[in-house]
């Protein structure tokens, strides 16, 4: 039956199409260890190439040997495996919030390197679970007590098709099938919140909140937030226009919505514009830009024009950005050019502006093109395709920035 609801997890994921390759992440528990080996099953006759990385935190003096453990147990099924460490812990703020940032960006960038777009992971309907009572307990509404998409992000694509496997049925196929794992003490470790959490599911079961019924209850908030999304993209279709790197909103259309389409509207705008991983607070978001003067949020200035809001990059947010041209700036622009390795983007700014005279045929206000990306020799302006100095240069924003009514639909 485990092995029978992970194949059909995968192929409503897959609509029967698979990828060519899929990036397992793989600790060593007991749910990612049932992961691997009920991936190795399925991938034999979908014809899928997997690869597995585990990350050392090196938090614990046993993570290495359990990392090369894991290595000799995906060489058992003849997969490939990778150990990423990190390294960057400095003994601050959240441990558990900072492994799971960090891991999700070494997977990241593992995946992107090899070619993988799609990684799955080994959460089950008890992290579901746990998930929706942190979120509870925050105060979250209907985004955040969705708990975790089956499917979600992108470049690469996060897949979690155990979601609807509770973990002890999970250590139940291993035992039955004389596998092991490694449980992390870490796990017993009543500092951190997700195991308190956890050591609560007892009590709260006793009240009918047992796992199944707060996964469900996450399966209700994420049918909810399909529907706003679907709402905001519309209201988004009607009263916003992408200009450049900018989002005009029709000032009266705005107002007029409810204010949870307001509210999710300019939060994906804000994300759009910042290239924001996390969504703005909520108190943040129902107060900016409400007073009809003009406000930053999140890397983003908001300003009035008349019966058109205007939002677009905060100068102070970018103007230490620097990167090679031939890298996207600000994670969202793609210049095109001459590259050459004493080149660099860089915000236009102020002073650059300056030497761009025919930068008010552009049409676009001074705030939008002093964030806008330059290319720089130094101190040297070479080209500001947008404030009409190209030379030989263009920019683009990339694919995932390039359609604001696209990009609400996935964020």
């Keep these: ?16 199409e698979p990828p060519a390759n899929l990036g397992l992440a793989v600790s060593g528990g ?3 260890l049932a992961l691997m080996h009920l991936a ?22 046993d993570s290495a040997a359990e990392a090369a453990t894991v290595a000799i147990w995906a060489g058992a099924l003849n997969l490939p495996h990778d150990t990423l460490r990190w390294t960057g812990w400095d003994g601050r703020g959240n441990l558990q919030s900072a ?20 990684v799955a992971t080994g959460h089950t309907r008890n992290d579901q679970a746990e998930t929706v009572l942190l979120r509870l307990a925050r105060g979250s509404g209907v985004d955040g007590l969705a708990g975790m998409a089956g499917v979600s992000g992108q470049s690469p694509v996060w897949l979690r098709p155990l979601l609807r496997l509770s973990r002890e049925d999970l250590r139940g196929w291993l035992r039955d099938n004389d596998i092991s794992w490694f449980d992390d003490p870490s796990n017993d470790d009543p500092r951190f919140d997700r195991v308190r959490a956890r050591q609560m599911q007892t009590h709260l079961s006793e009240l009918g ?3 199944e019924r707060l996964a469900t209850l996450a399966n209700h908030m994420g049918n909810a937030r399909e529907v706003l999304r679907h709402d905001t993209q519309a209201l988004a279709t009607r009263i916003v226009v992408q200009d450049g790197g900018d989002l005009l909103f029709d ?42 003067v003009a406000d930053t949020l999140a890397g983003c200035l908001l300003s009035h024009e008349g019966e058109t809001i205007r939002l677009c990059r ?22 095109s050019g001459p590259h050459a390795p004493d080149l660099h983007v860089a915000a236009l700014g102020p002073q650059g502006l300056q030497k761009c005279p025919g930068w008010r045929a552009t049409g676009q206000p001074q705030p939008s093109l002093i964030v806008s990306p330059a290319v720089w020799r130094d101190d040297t302006l070479i080209a500001a395709p947008l404030a009409g100095l190209n030379g030989d240069w263009t920019a683009q924003l990339a694919k995932d920035r390039d359609d604001f ?4 639909l996935s964020h």
């Excluded at 039956?1 to 029967?16: K, P, R, S, V, Y």
Aim: with cysteine.
């Design 314 to 335: 905060e100068y102070n947010a970018v103007k230490d950005l620097r990167s090679p041209t031939s890298e996207p700036w600000d994670n969202r622009w793609i210049l």
């Design 251 to 292: 000032r009266a259309g705005l107002e007029s919505a409810l204010s949870e389409l307001q509210n999710r509207l300019l939060a994906a705008a804000v994300m759009w514009i910042a290239s924001g991983r996390y969504r703005p607070r909520y108190d943040a978001l129902r107060r900016f830009g409400r007073n009809g």
């Design 405 to 408: 009514t696209r990009f609400l």
């Design 1 to 16: 039956m485990i092995a029978e609801a992970f194949h059909t997890a995968l192929d409503q994921i897959f609509q029967n």
């Design 30 to 32: 007991g749910d990612s």
């Design 99 to 118: 492994a799971r940032t960090a891991r999700r960006d070494l997977i990241g960038g593992w995946a992107r390197d090899r070619g993988i777009d799609c």
């Design 40 to 61: 190795a099953r399925w991938a034999q006759g979908a014809q899928v190439r997997l690869h597995v990385v585990t990350i050392d935190h090196g938090l614990r003096g």
């Design 209 to 211: 909140l047992t796992p």
